[in-house]
């Protein structure tokens, strides 16, 4: 597929995603929704490919929904045709993703982010749900994923003023795992996905569903969970490479 508003490319074992409208900050439309949709597919199906990033420009991760796009939209139109559930296919990708976030990531933009597994923030990156000032309000996880990751009290403040958050305010919070200066932030982001594209991928992608799992259900449940899958993970050959690598003192090779 021809992609016109996002670019895709493979480093090794990592798909780079990166938002691609400058005219328009990277705002989301539907186009972009379907080709970033379609990206995550490809990167899913490929055996070869251990972690994904979603990125944006120097100056926007994604400035939000496309305002243009979504003015003339009546009720109808959102209800019938089920409005941006489609854009939360992110967050039921099951391979990690980490979110490379510098300059803005407004509106869906904070939203496409908090949908990855961990946020690693540029210096210049800023944050917000400034959805209240056009008379809406968050609609993809906005006022849910916000409130875990940061608290009701900021949360609140954030969605009903519409203020933004920066970097350091936002790693304060727990939004983000780490700030890195701008102009590293892509070699950080690379270094840090081919680390994790480096280890097995089944248990990779099994360690996000139990972190995962932990949002959904009770402390008892998820601990079940884990304890399943761990001890599923003794069926594994990477089990036997990884124990034996450890002991022989040598790297493990997880790629078979
Ligand atoms: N939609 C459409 N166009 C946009 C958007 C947007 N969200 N943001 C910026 N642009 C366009 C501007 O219109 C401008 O285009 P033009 O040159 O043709 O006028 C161009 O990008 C550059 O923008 P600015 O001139 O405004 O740049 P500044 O540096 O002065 O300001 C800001 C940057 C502060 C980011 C400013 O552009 C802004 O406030 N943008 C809107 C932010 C916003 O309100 N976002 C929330 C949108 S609503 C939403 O996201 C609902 C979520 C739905 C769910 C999504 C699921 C993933």
């Known amino acids: 597929m021809a992609y016109e508003t996002i670019l895709l490319e493979v480093d090794e074992r990592v798909g780079i995603i990166r938002l691609n409208r400058p005219q328009a900050l990277n705002a989301l439309n539907a186009q972009l929704i379907n080709e970033l949709n379609a990206a995550l597919d490809v990167l899913e199906a490929d055996r070869a490919i251990g972690c994904i990033i979603l990125t944006g420009s120097e100056k926007a991760f994604a400035a939000g929904a496309d305002i243009k796009a979504m003015q003339n939209f009546t009720y109808p139109d959102t209800y019938l045709d089920d409005y941006i559930t489609s854009w939360e296919r992110l967050s039921r990708t099951r391979k990690p993703v980490i979110a490379a976030v510098a300059g803005f990531a407004l509106g869906g933009g904070c939203e496409l982010a908090m949908m990855c597994d961990f946020i690693l923030a540029a210096d210049t990156a800023k944050f917000g749900q400034p959805e209240i000032k056009l008379g809406v309000m968050p609609g993809s996880g906005g006022t849910q994923r916000l409130t875990r990751f940061i608290g009701k009290s900021k949360a609140m403040e954030m969605c009903l003023t519409g203020r933004l958050m920066d970097a350091v305010e936002a790693e304060r919070s727990g939004l983000v795992s780490r700030i890195i200066p701008a102009a590293e932030l892509m070699t950080e982001a690379l270094k840090v996905a081919k680390v994790i594209a480096g280890m097995s991928l089944p248990v ?50 997880f790629k078979a």
């Open 204 to 253: 990779a992608m099994q360690t996000k569903e139990a972190v995962n799992r932990s949002y959904e259900t009770s402390l008892a449940e998820g601990i079940r969970f884990e304890r399943r899958v761990f001890q599923s993970q003794f069926g594994l050959a990477h089990q036997q490479e990884g124990m034996s690598a450890f002991i022989e003192k040598r790297p493990p090779d």
